[in-house]
């Protein structure tokens, strides 16, 4: 976000304070974590930091007279040597060597929204050729709280006005499971990668990372029914509550409707993007369950299921939002990349849940399943854990075999070693970020790929 | 009309679908294409089979197919939606979503649905 500072001056030489001018520029941006960055649109006006006590500016304005005297014979105060003069061109030879003694912009850091400053500093605009009207640009960078906060808000009104206008008996499943909640991590990514281009519009954003939504939404109400799941963020599932014959026609019109939605926002590059995605992720779930109760399994399916079941999904949502602000492709690439490695990992994270208490989820769900999760890999091959778990998996699989699998998975180094690789991924997402540029929001992006892997501890 | 030829990488994974009904209904979408671009034509009319061949293999507005022929059915209408996606005008790609629309909320609904394939071509003589 960027701004400039208006001043006035009205002396010669003189310090003004802009500190908390630019503590206005912080809080009307929203920013919470990251840089404020100042730079003086001006030659003879200088940016300093240092403290606002009255004797001592008047030891500064000494030290600049001294150090560069008014009228001590500058070549630039000689007129008849310089073409193209102005007619009110001031005699300021002096201004522009005290300028060139201090600094023409400086870098704040801003924490918990504040300007992280020593007790006795102060930031001065310092006015070297008085007095003027005078520009400081201002420009903030990081977390902001109240833009995502609001961006957030314009989601969840974008679902429930879809929803309020579809009939009741495809609506009323779908709200029930989109007002349950769920991470929203897809149309974060959406908006987030929406405002990375020059055309950035809120509004079509919120559009956008709704109908993602939805879209995952009505992936999920199939899954639900493949899987035999009763509920899902602890509601009924839709095939559970109403029937398979529903849960399949919701997920068709929400399918239909949410490709729709994005069709008509009249930007074939994210129709495309987002119908990518959608055939890699059905295609994935066929492997998905095709693959289902083939243990050990190894690595390479595993991560071509996830690739195309989480994965391409997340790389879709960060393309598409980069695309619909007509972000350079270069940015777009680095972001659908991001996007992968990112799904990737949280695909991981959550394999790992299934094997954690304390996560709020039944324990074993996917080993009652069947399902090649990647902590089974590694379990399977695990020279001490081994044998047993791939004898286990061999065989039928009542409760205490899953109890059984899961204290042996529990006991090995399956856990650290999927977590280890989740991490990697994720620093390799991020350094894909370090590649272009992305108008400040590196560290939300980055804050969104640690957390996909932060969900276990 | 009808040598229209069907692009085969299209048909990946879903191969064993070309002889069990969808080589018939592309062959009746063939006749709806005609307005487009020699090269579209096929994808199209691909897309339109994929789709009416996806809810029918799904069971939609009848009885709930199985697990693992329900993802096929998935996989049969994400294909179509993503042919569109890369090939239709918008007219023809909204008058798509609309019909599946259609089609999904009066099953949803326990309601007679419209004809499938009568929705589908008439969605691809959208302007």
Same mark, same amino acid.
């Given at each position: 976000?960027?701004n400039r500072i208006e001043l ?8 003004i304070?802009i500190?908390?001018r630019i ?15 100042l730079q003086s649109l001006h030659?003879?006006l200088?940016i ?57 912009f400086a ?16 930031v001065?605009a ?8 005078r520009q400081v640009a201002v ?135 987002? @119908? /990518? %995605? +959608? ?9 998905? !369950?095709? =693959?289902? #109760?083939?243990? &050990? ?124 690789? @989740? /991490? %990697? +991924? ?9 590649? !272009?540029? =992305?108008? #400040?929001?590196? &560290? ?14 | ?127």
């Open positions: 976000m960027r006035a001056s009205t002396h010669a030489t003189e310090f304070d500190t908390g503590q206005a520029e912080i809080d009307r941006a929203g920013l919470r974590d990251g840089r404020v960055h030659t003879t200088g300093a930091i240092n403290e606002n006590e009255p004797l001592l500016l008047g030891d500064f304005k000494s030290l600049l007279e001294r150090l560069a005297p008014q009228g001590a014979g500058y070549d630039h105060d000689d007129f008849t040597r310089r073409f193209e003069i102005e007619t009110d061109e001031p005699v300021n030879g002096h201004a522009h060597c005290r300028q060139l003694l201090l600094s023409a870098t704040l850091l801003v924490e918990e929204g504040r300007l992280v400053l020593g007790r006795w500093q102060s001065f310092v006015e070297l050729d008085g007095p003027r009207r420009q903030v960078e990081g977390e902001f709280a109240r833009r995502r906060e609001s961006a957030e808000a314009l989601v969840e009104l974008e679902l429930a006005r879809q929803l309020m206008v579809d009939p009741e008996a495809v609506a009323t499943p779908m709200r029930r499971l989109v007002e349950a909640g769920g991470k929203r991590i897809r149309p974060k990514l959406v908006q987030l990668t929406a405002g990375i281009g020059p055309r950035n519009d809120a509004l079509r954003a919120a559009e956008l990372a709704a109908a993602v939504e939805l879209l995952h939404n009505a992936t999920l109400i199939h899954d639900d029914y493949v899987d035999e799941s009763t509920h899902r963020r602890g509601r009924p599932t839709v095939a559970a509550a109403e029937g398979p014959e529903r849960a399949i026609a919701v997920g068709d019109y929400y399918f239909a409707k949410a490709t729709r939605l994005i069709a008509e926002m009249g930007n074939p590059g994210v129709t495309s993007a987002v @119908a /990518e %995605a +959608l055939e890699a992720i059905c295609a994935a779930q066929i492997d998905d !369950v095709a =693959l289902r #109760g083939a243990y &050990p399994g190894d690595r390479e399916s595993y991560l071509r299921v996830v690739r195309g079941k989480t994965a391409s999904l997340f790389a879709a949502a960060c393309a598409s939002g980069a695309l619909l602000s007509d972000a350079a492709p270069e940015v777009v690439g680095a972001l659908r990349r991001f996007g992968d490695l990112v799904g990737t990992a949280f695909q991981m994270a959550d394999d790992m849940v299934d094997f954690s208490p304390s996560s709020g989820k039944p324990v074993g769900l996917d080993v009652r399943q069947k399902v090649l999760s990647l902590p089974l890999i590694y379990a399977a091959e695990d020279r001490m854990v081994g044998p047993e778990v791939r004898r286990l998996l061999a065989g039928a699989l009542g409760d205490a075999e899953i109890g059984r699998v899961t204290e042996l998975v529990t006991e090995s180094d399956a856990l650290p070693r999927v977590r280890r690789e @989740a /991490e %990697a +991924l994720v620093e390799e997402a991020v350094r894909e970020l370090e590649t !272009v540029e =992305l108008d #400040g929001l590196r &560290p939300t992006l980055v804050d969104i790929a640690r957390s996909a892997v932060d969900r276990v501890s | 009309m009808s040598a229209v030829q069907a692009p085969e990488r299209e048909l990946d994974r879903l191969e064993s679908l070309w002889a069990d009904g969808l080589s018939d209904a592309y062959h009746v979408y063939v006749d709806s294409v005609g307005r487009f671009a020699d090269d579209v034509q096929p994808k199209l009319a691909l897309a339109a089979a994929l789709i009416e061949i996806g809810v029918r293999l799904q069971g939609l507005g009848g009885r709930a197919a199985p697990a693992t022929t329900l993802l096929m059915g998935d996989l049969c209408l994400a294909r179509g939606s993503r042919l569109l996606a890369d090939h239709a005008p918008l007219a023809v790609q909204v008058a798509f979503a609309r019909a599946i629309e259609s089609v999904s909320s009066a099953a949803a609904a326990e309601q007679p649905a419209p004809v499938t394939r009568l929705l589908l071509q008439a969605s691809l003589g959208a302007r």
